[in-house]
């Protein structure tokens, strides 16, 4: 598919998701949904996102921290740079085109009623081989609630590679009806975010590498893990999560 066709299908604020694109995250649990957003969109966040990492735009305590769980480095020296809630520390993102064309897409994917829950950059140094999640399924992070629909959207801001540590998910574990047990995977859950569970002996592990302006869209009960940067470049990621009004 060219530039010129991948770019029929944004329409203003909306991205037209397909029937067959559909019907994959209904039964696996994620999709790979190309060029979301057009190379202007990309480089006018990028501007921002390395603000950020610069920590020209200031983000307090814990919301700025290493997800590789090395408590005692400085943020230069961080392998996954995580911020959380960046709308909330730089309002002018509020709204901005990415949040606008992934509520649609997760409208499409999930129905009416989704609205966004929080946002989250994460940024793989290079030549981190540390900068790994475990396999993990989001949900594992929050309460049970009654209405569990969901659609994290992860737009690349750089090429997303196997050797960068690309997206890979475990299809069809959402269907499963209840989570997999999971552990904090450095200390205890109150000095330690992340989580961590394993894969079984039937599981299978689909690595997803995507494009700079794509997305991956998931499920929050889907199995996905990445693996460290071995490049001389950065993995960036722009992490929207949509659930229901009701629940939000």
Same mark, same amino acid.
């Given at each position: 598919m060219t530039d010129t066709q991948q770019n029929s299908r944004i329409e203003g604020d909306d991205y037209v998701v397909s029937d067959a694109e559909r019907a994959h995250f209904a039964e696996h649990g994620y999709v790979h949904l190309r060029g979301l957003l057009t190379e202007d969109e990309v480089a006018a966040l990028e501007v921002d996102y390395d603000r950020f990492l610069r920590r020209e735009i200031e983000v307090p305590g814990k919301d700025f921290c290493d997800m590789a769980g090395d408590y005692g480095r400085e943020p230069g020296d961080y392998s996954i740079v995580n911020v959380m809630l960046p709308r909330r520390y730089h309002p002018s993102w509020q709204d901005n085109v990415y949040e606008r064309r992934a509520a649609s897409v997760a409208r499409q994917l999930c129905g009416e009623g989704m609205t966004l829950d929080y946002d989250q950059l994460l940024a793989k140094q290079p030549y981190k081989e540390d900068a790994v999640f475990a396999w993990h399924q989001d949900m594992a992070y929050w309460p049970d609630t009654p209405d569990t629909r969901t659609a994290t959207t992860w737009l690349a801001i750089d090429n997303s590679t196997v050797e960068n540590g690309c997206m890979r998910f475990a299809p069809a574990t959402?269907? $499963?009806?209840?989570?997999?047990?999971?552990?904090?995977?450095?200390?205890?859950?109150? $000095?330690?975010?992340?989580?961590?569970?394993?894969?079984?002996?039937?599981?299978?592990?689909?690595?997803?590498?995507?494009?700079?302006?794509?997305?991956?869209?998931h499920n929050e009960r889907v199995m996905h893990v990445s693996g460290g940067n071995t490049t001389d470049g950065f993995r960036r990621a722009y992490i929207l999560a949509f659930r229901s009004e009701d629940t939000v």
């Open positions: 959402n269907h $499963e009806s209840e989570l997999r047990p999971h552990v904090a995977q450095f200390g205890d859950r109150g $000095e330690s975010h992340a989580l961590g569970t394993d894969l079984r002996d039937d599981d299978v592990a689909v690595p997803v590498p995507i494009l700079r302006g794509d997305v991956t869209v």
